[in-house]
């Protein structure tokens, strides 16, 4: 919790002449923020994250909150005996796991979130992908080449999907109402078979579909790390596929920046990787000059 009554009235004067323009910047516009398992970490930085939510709500963003909970997932899926593997930075998903999946992401953390936020005095609504039809899922398809004979083969991934379709249609009204969606990535496909979306996706396919001005993605490092483990402030989209290939960014990263070069390419104006466990990460990234993270453009 932010006491204001510790700040000088200069320094507070300073502030303000810090975060107004910014805050106009923002106005009305809608910030999709994707709050992975990883950033969740203990209640304070709940409550502060959920602080955050609620702030720039009030200083008249249109905040869309999109969460993960993979670590959430694995705790679950431990407790019930149940083994997990990731293959390509995905959850091999059967149909007992995409059942835990749901359970633990459109329901427990999904109500968490909420709940924070309606203490800190919002008006959130928790959702997943298929109120409303709001994100249609097709099944993901993924190749593996040996690396001996060469041969490509399928890698089947269960029922892992991706976004395939986007209605805003319910959304749109929900904005309008001023409440503040929580969305957690579970989606039907078109034949209603429950399918487990990466979140990362699942925020980059919403911030596309509703033209957001930004896209934060909040984990648990700093953002976009070079070899020597330090911070790179700014990247464009070239600049990430070089460091792709060059393996400077490998594992949980790869599908965030991919997420990221699709976002850009649906008219997102910038996405910024940062580090969910700094108290206040998303005020200070959109309300101050400093920012922080990895800031990505076109
Ligand atoms: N160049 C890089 N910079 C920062 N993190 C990287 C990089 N390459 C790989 N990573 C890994 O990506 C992880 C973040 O992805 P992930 O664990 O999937 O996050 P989340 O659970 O928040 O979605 C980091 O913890 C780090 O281990
Ligand atoms: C297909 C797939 O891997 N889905 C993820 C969904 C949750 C997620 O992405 O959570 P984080 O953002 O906390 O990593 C999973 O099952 O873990």
């Given at each position: 919790?932010?006491?204001?009554?510790?700040l000088?009235?200069?320094q507070?004067?300073?502030?303000?002449?810090?975060?107004?323009?910014?805050?106009?910047?923002?106005?009305?516009?809608?910030?999709?923020?994707?709050?992975?398992?990883?950033?969740m970490?203990?209640?304070?930085?709940?409550?502060?994250?959920?602080?955050?939510?609620v702030?720039?709500?009030?200083s008249?963003?249109?905040?869309?909150?999109?969460?993960?909970?993979?670590?959430?997932?694995?705790?679950?899926?431990?407790?019930?005996?149940?083994?997990?593997?990731?293959?390509?930075g995905?959850r091999?998903?059967?149909?007992?796991?995409?059942?835990?999946?749901?359970?633990?992401?459109?329901g427990?953390?999904?109500?968490?979130?909420v709940?924070?936020i309606?203490?800190?005095?919002?008006?959130?609504?928790?959702?997943?992908g298929?109120?409303?039809?709001?994100?249609?899922?097709?099944?993901?398809?993924?190749?593996?080449?040996?690396?001996?004979?060469?041969?490509?083969?399928?890698?089947?991934?269960?029922?892992?999907?991706?976004?395939?379709?986007?209605?805003?249609?319910?959304?749109?009204?929900?904005?309008?109402?001023?409440?503040?969606?929580?969305?957690?990535?579970?989606?039907s496909a078109?034949?209603?078979?429950?399918?487990?979306?990466?979140?990362?996706?699942?925020?980059?396919?919403?911030?596309?579909?509703?033209n957001?001005k930004?896209?934060?993605?909040?984990?648990?490092?700093?953002?976009?790390?070079?070899?020597?483990?330090e911070?790179?402030?700014?990247?464009?989209v070239e600049?990430?596929?070089?460091?792709?290939?060059?393996?400077?960014?490998?594992?949980?990263m790869?599908?965030?920046?991919?997420?990221?070069?699709?976002?850009?390419?649906?008219?997102?104006?910038?996405?910024?990787?940062?580090?969910g466990?700094?108290?206040?990460?998303?005020?200070?990234?959109?309300?101050?000059?400093?920012?922080?993270g990895?800031?990505?453009?076109?």
């Open positions: 919790m932010i006491n204001p009554a510790l000088t009235p200069s507070s004067a300073d502030l303000l002449v810090v975060a107004l323009p910014h805050m106009q910047r923002y106005d009305q516009e809608v910030v999709v923020i994707k709050y992975g398992g990883n950033a970490g203990d209640a304070a930085t709940a409550e502060d994250f959920a602080e955050d939510i702030l720039l709500e009030q008249g963003v249109k905040p869309v909150v999109c969460h993960g909970g993979g670590p959430q997932i694995a705790r679950m899926l431990t407790k019930l005996g149940i083994k997990s593997e990731f293959k390509q995905l091999v998903t059967d149909q007992a796991t995409v059942e835990i999946v749901e359970m633990v992401l459109a427990s953390v999904n109500k968490e979130i709940g924070y309606s203490r800190e005095g919002g008006k959130a609504i928790g959702l997943c298929k109120d409303g039809n709001m994100v249609t899922a097709r099944k993901v398809t993924r190749t593996i080449v040996d690396p001996d004979s060469k041969i490509e083969e399928i890698l089947d991934l269960g029922f892992v999907g991706e976004p395939d379709k986007v209605d805003t249609t319910v959304l749109d009204a929900v904005l309008k109402a001023e409440l503040i969606p929580v969305l957690a990535p579970v989606c078109a034949d209603g078979q429950t399918y487990n979306v990466n979140a990362d996706t699942f925020a980059g396919a919403i911030a596309g579909a509703l957001a930004r896209l934060l993605l909040l984990t648990d490092v700093p953002g976009v790390l070079n070899k020597d483990k911070l790179i402030p700014e990247l464009t600049e990430c596929r070089r460091l792709i290939a060059d393996g400077t960014i490998s594992g949980g790869i599908p965030k920046i991919e997420t990221c070069i699709y976002a850009l390419e649906k008219g997102v104006e910038a996405v910024v990787i940062l580090d466990k700094v108290p206040h990460a998303a005020l200070i990234e959109l309300f101050t000059d400093t920012g922080s990895t800031i990505i453009r076109r």
